[in-house]
C-alpha cells in the first residue's frame, strides 16, 4: 500500500536552534499533506495544511512565522521549527491524501518526530 | 467544547474480555468517521471506517449514530495484542482527503 516516510524520526536540539522536518509519499503524488503535533496524552491537533505550489494554511494559534511549512513538490513538504524552545518538545507527524482518491480513503501517517529541546 | 470526545479511560481488561468505546463528535455535519489505533510512540493506524449501518471486521465491531452523534467501538475476545491507544477520528468532508478530528484517545490494556 502507499507509504509516507517522516524523517528524523527522533531529534534533540538546543534552545535557539532550527529544526526540519522531511515528509515524502513514496508510492503516490500528494497534493495536500497535514501537519499534527502530540503533546503526551493528548490529541492530535492539526497544525496547518500544506498545499503543493502554495502557501500553507494555518491553524488558529499555530505561528507561520514559527513553524515554516515547504511543499515544494508532489511527493515532498518539509516543516521547520525555527528557534526552538523546550515548549516545541513534541511528536509531529505528518499525513498525505492522494491526488486522486475514494471516499473513505484511508489517511496514511508518517512515523512521526519526536523532537526534544534541550 | 472539543470536536471529538472520547471515553476517558483508561480499559484495564483481561484477555478474552469485550470492552466497549464510546465517542461523540459536535459537528453534524462531519461526514466521515474512523477508529484508528496507536501504539505507544508510533503513528496512528487506521482499525476501521464507521458507517452508518454498522460495520464488522472480526472481532471489532463499530457502530454510528448520526441523530446522537455517536460512534462506538465493540472488541469481543480481547488479544493481549489489542492493548493500544483507540483513535475516534471524525472528517467533516466526504473522505479522509479533509481535514481530521482527533479524539484524545482511550488507552486499553489487556492483561494476561
Known amino acids: 500500500g502507499a507509504v509516507v516516510s517522516q524523517h528524523p524520526s527522533r531529534v534533540i536540539c538546543k534552545s535557539g536552534t532550527s529544526v526540519k522536518i522531511e515528509c515524502r509519499s513514496l508510492?503516490?503524488?500528494?497534493?495536500?499533506m497535514f501537519w499534527y503535533r502530540q503533546f503526551p496524552k493528548q490529541s492530535l491537533m492539526l497544525m496547518a495544511t500544506?498545499?503543493?505550489?502554495?502557501?500553507?494554511?494555518?491553524e488558529q494559534g499555530v505561528e507561520k512565522d514559527k513553524f515554516l511549512i515547504n511543499h515544494a513538490s508532489l511527493t515532498l513538504s518539509t516543516l521547520t521549527v525555527t528557534s526552538a524552545h523546550p515548549e516545541d518538545s513534541s511528536f509531529y507527524i505528518c499525513?498525505?491524501?492522494?491526488?486522486?482518491?475514494?471516499?473513505?480513503?484511508?489517511?496514511?501517517f508518517g512515523q512521526g518526530t519526536r523532537l526534544t529541546v534541550v | 467544547r472539543k470536536e471529538v470526545e472520547q471515553d476517558p479511560g483508561p480499559f484495564n481488561v483481561p484477555e478474552g474480555a469485550t470492552v466497549a468505546f464510546n465517542c461523540t463528535y459536535s459537528?453534524?455535519?462531519?461526514?466521515?468517521f474512523f477508529w484508528y489505533r496507536q501504539d505507544c510512540r508510533k503513528e496512528p493506524k487506521l482499525l476501521m471506517s464507521?458507517?452508518?449501518s454498522g460495520n464488522e471486521d472480526g472481532r471489532f465491531t463499530a457502530q454510528l449514530n448520526r441523530a446522537s452523534q455517536y460512534i462506538s467501538l465493540l472488541i469481543r475476545d480481547s488479544k493481549l495484542s489489542d492493548s493500544a491507544t483507540y483513535l475516534c477520528?471524525?472528517?467533516?468532508?466526504?473522505?479522509?482527503?479533509?481535514?481530521?478530528?482527533f479524539g484524545r484517545g482511550t488507552q486499553l490494556t489487556v492483561w494476561p
Open positions: 499525513s498525505a491524501s492522494f491526488t486522486l482518491g475514494s471516499p473513505n480513503t484511508e489517511a496514511f
Open positions: 508510492d503516490f503524488q500528494a497534493t495536500t
Open positions: 500544506s498545499n503543493e505550489g502554495s502557501k500553507a494554511t494555518y
Open positions: 459537528n453534524s455535519a462531519s461526514q466521515s
Open positions: 464507521v458507517y452508518s
Open positions: 477520528v471524525v472528517s467533516d468532508r466526504g473522505s479522509t482527503l479533509g481535514r481530521l478530528y
